[in-house]
């Protein structure tokens, strides 16, 4: 890789990282102001009684090399970067008062695409070798009234290199003011850079997230895109980082509106088996998951999004 490729992943992959720290850090902010006071309000008190507010436990992980073949290619990465293993992420897992379970999730990993993998990512026909670092974020609340979200950007290398990723809103009782905010929110990110975004990666993410085996949407929506490579590195990733951005900005504003409202049996009941959509379509979906378990990335950091408690009907 070129110098200027390298200063572009150094850059990436530091952003990522900075941005899981704020997310963190607002994450834990709001575990805070579900104080005992409101916390003794909920249908849940009594589970909650005692419970301090959460925080995140994080756990470091080595990409393992799938077979010889990416072993080959982590020795010729180490004649061409600075490092000479296959990478690897951190996990960051928080069960509190508010979440039931939130992952935050970044990882950096290199090696060699198998030969049919190779076939269906961009420039990695010619050379299965690749390059990838990301943030990945899932959140599941004990509330049914706070919805859950989820939000990713990467930056992918082979021969190519591109930026991907959105984020989506997944509320188990409709609440048009979150979804009007949390539209708004990405709308106004997409604007400042290109005002066709945003009604392009609208629609891609209405498309994407949609469960075909039952002809119903995952969510509300919210953006996506991939494969963004504009020619201008800079641009592409200035408008990753609002993407980043607009969603630390939006999300605990939506979350702390009804943190402190209680809500019924029923609602909780509906929110388990809302949950066991989002599990299908993890499973059976989610580029992401593929990803991860197609270059030999951390099972148990891949499987991260899903719920602690789900039900079907």
């Not at 720290?21 to 409101?38: K, S, T």
């Not at 393992?64 to 290619?73: F, G, L, T, V, W």
């Not at 891609?204 to 590195?233: A, M, N, T």
């Amino acid at each position: 890789m070129s110098p200027s490729t390298d200063r572009h992943k150094q850059r990436a992959r530091q952003w990522f990282e900075a941005l899981r720290d704020d997310i963190c850090a607002a994450f834990e902010a709001l575990e805070d102001e579900l104080g005992e006071e409101i916390a003794e309000t909920l249908p849940i008190a009594e589970e909650l009684r005692g419970l301090p507010p959460g925080r995140f436990e994080r756990k470091a992980w080595i990409r393992e090399p799938a077979d010889e073949a990416a072993n080959q290619a982590a020795d010729e990465a180490a004649d061409e970067t600075e490092e000479a293993h296959t990478g690897g992420g951190v996990m960051s897992v928080l069960r509190g008062r508010l979440f039931e379970k939130v992952g935050v999730n970044v990882s950096t990993v290199m090696g060699r695409f198998s030969e049919d993998f190779a076939k269906q990512m961009p420039g990695a026909a010619e050379d299965p070798r690749f390059w990838a670092s990301g943030i990945s974020l899932v959140a599941h609340l004990r509330s049914p009234l706070v919805p859950a979200v989820h939000m990713n950007t990467r930056y992918i290398v082979t021969t190519q290199g591109w930026f991907g990723g959105g984020a989506d809103l997944t509320p188990m009782v409709p609440d048009e003011a979150d979804t009007a905010a949390f539209h708004g929110a990405f709308k106004a990110a997409c604007d400042r850079h290109d005002p066709g975004y945003h009604p392009r990666f609208k629609a891609w993410c209405d498309e994407y997230f949609f469960l075909k085996h039952r002809g119903e949407p995952r969510g509300v929506g919210g953006i996506f895109y991939d494969q963004l490579d504009s020619g201008d590195w800079d641009a592409d990733f200035a408008f990753t980082q609002d993407v980043g951005r607009a969603f630390l900005d939006i999300y605990p504003k939506i979350a702390r509106r009804h943190l402190a409202e209680p809500w019924t049996a029923e609602q909780r009941r509906h929110q388990l088996v809302k949950r066991g959509r989002y599990v299908e379509f993890n499973l059976l979906y989610d580029r992401g998951t593929l990803f991860g378990l197609k270059t030999g990335g951390n099972v148990e950091a891949i499987l991260m999004s899903l719920p602690p408690e789900v039900a079907w009907p």
